[in-house]
């Protein structure tokens, strides 16, 4: 990221979702996160080995249990 600039988010996701379902919504999102950059990158699920994507879905931890003494 250079100076100046704001966050950024790429999503890579199988060519006909992108333009079939996330390109309707990309208005909203934008609104709803003005200060990212967001890119799409359309693929076909031939490319996702080689690219090193295994699905089009998005992740995270689980959030940690608070621990009562």
């Known amino acids: 990221?250079?100076?100046?600039?704001?966050?950024?988010v790429?999503?890579?996701?199988?060519?006909?979702?992108?333009h079939l379902w996330l390109l309707p919504r990309l208005p909203a999102l934008k609104r709803a996160f003005p200060e990212?950059?967001?890119?799409?990158m359309?693929?076909?699920?031939?490319d996702y080995r080689s690219r090193g994507l295994l699905s089009?879905?998005?992740?995270a931890p689980a959030p940690r249990e608070k621990r009562t003494s």
Not at 10 to 18: R, S
Not at 36 to 40: A, D, G
Not at 56 to 59: K, V
């Open 1 to 8: 990221m250079q100076q100046g600039q704001g966050p950024s």
């Open 10 to 18: 790429l999503i890579a996701a199988d060519a006909g979702f992108t």
């Open 36 to 40: 990212y950059t967001i890119r799409l």
């Open 42 to 46: 359309p693929i076909e699920r031939a």
């Open 56 to 59: 089009n879905s998005i992740s």
